[in-house]
């Protein structure tokens, strides 16, 4: 993935602004881009536009809404941005937390009255650090619902997106500024596309082995639930052209992917007072420390599962999810009228399984947070039917990146900007420290859709920039 000098670059085409993948930030970075007056090539290294947000819940947080208005409830950047450093704690940035909260709302509300994008408050239960409900969702909850209406409002503002095309090599003059972006197609053909502004929206490095056990060997050899084109091109690009990275310990792992399926189990079944075994039927963990906390926890275990516990009334809030019900009917959602009933329907030992249910009851009876430090008060106790489900920890994306400011723009160590480059959702910093333990739920779309939004707004004007000629 090596930076070519800009002299070498033949091209017969140049697009102002070309964006590198075409997921929620790539695409949300190409409708900005195109409203600025740009005309927008987005590059997709797979046949079919699925990438990491697809493989998501389609869940964006944002606080002042107007759906969040409309319901009544009181939610301000400022709150948004307090339980962001609350969860990271307070080891990202303030500055940026606070410019990303604030463009939020005004981000979901574009999205749907220009876009046309149906999205729906998520009610119920509050997600892990959240202090409103400020979930926004497709009808659905489907990052598969969510992709597929970005690509229908790029077609109908017929932005182009060129598919089977990995961006491979970078030009770029001596002063970094990017200025043009050579890809490869299937058949092994390479084309070259000159560009005014590049925008790198290729999630993070999830994907590389290699990267994982130097930036994040806890997780490395967990399963992988993200994309596997994500390979850390953006960073290894940004780094050569002199960018800063930051937080590349930081990432999003999930507690409770339902195993064999793939498929996320929603972690309100946890929030709302479910608990996590193992293999022995005994509890391992304070689970409601954050699904991301719990990956980890998961992994640990024998055999690397262990089984979500709830109820009846947990479940009611979540059915329509896609996940929840695409495992439902294919009968990994096990009930039983009894906990005994239960344990032998999920191959649990059935005296352990109801003496971990004893002790939950009796904690949450009490208030008294037991030997992990959870707290069960406030939540109903479990009553038949009860449920479970086998899961396993995974990683879903990483969260350190590309250092960028509340324009997008890529930065070198000391703040400086790159003269045409700009990044968002995976492909730069998150909001979520340096590791597992600071992702707020919801974060990786967070950024996708504000940062992409960002950063086409700021490529579309840096593609209208005089520049000098590059030297050859």
Known sequence: MPILPAAEAVFDVEIPVVVVGAGACGLTAALAAHEGGAEVLVLERDAAPTGSTSLSTGMIPAAGTKLQARLGIDDTPERFAADILAKAKQQTDPAMALAVARASGPAVDWLMERHDVVLTLVEGFLYPGHSRLRMHATPHRSGRELEAALLA????????????????????D??????AVRFARPDGSRETVGCGALVLACNGFGGNK???????????????????????????????????????????GHGAVAHPYGNTMTWGLISGGGFQV?????RFSNEASGYSEQAVEVVRQPGRVAWTIFDGAREAPVLGFTDYEEVKALGGI?????????????????????RTLAEVEARRASGVADGFGRVFAGTAPLAPPYCGVKVTGALYHTQGGLVVDPEARVLRPGGVPLPNLFAGGGAARGLS????????????????????????????????????????
């Open 174 to 179: 001596a002063d970094g500024r990017v200025r």
């Open 334 to 354: 096990k009930r039983a009228d009894t906990i005994e009933g239960l344990a032998l329907a999920l191959g649990l030992p059935e005296a352990a399984l109801a």
């Open 278 to 282: 193992n293999v022995a039927g005994e």
């Open 153 to 172: 409002a790029a077609g109908r503002s017929a932005i182009d997106i060129v598919t089977g095309a990995t961006a491979e090599d970078l030009f770029a």
């Open 433 to 472: 420290g340096p590791s597992r333990w600071g992702y707020l739920s919801g974060n990786g779309l967070l950024t996708a859709t504000v940062l992409g939004r960002a950063a086409g707004t700021s490529a579309a004007h840096a593609s209208r920039t005089p520049s000098k000629p590059p030297q050859l």
């Open 210 to 252: 290699e990267m994982l056990r130097r930036y994040i060997p806890e997780i490395a050899d967990a399963d992988y639930a993200g994309h596997v084109g994500n390979t850390g091109d953006a960073m290894r690009w940004g780094e050569v052209l002199g960018a800063a990275l930051a937080d590349m310990g930081g990432y999003q």
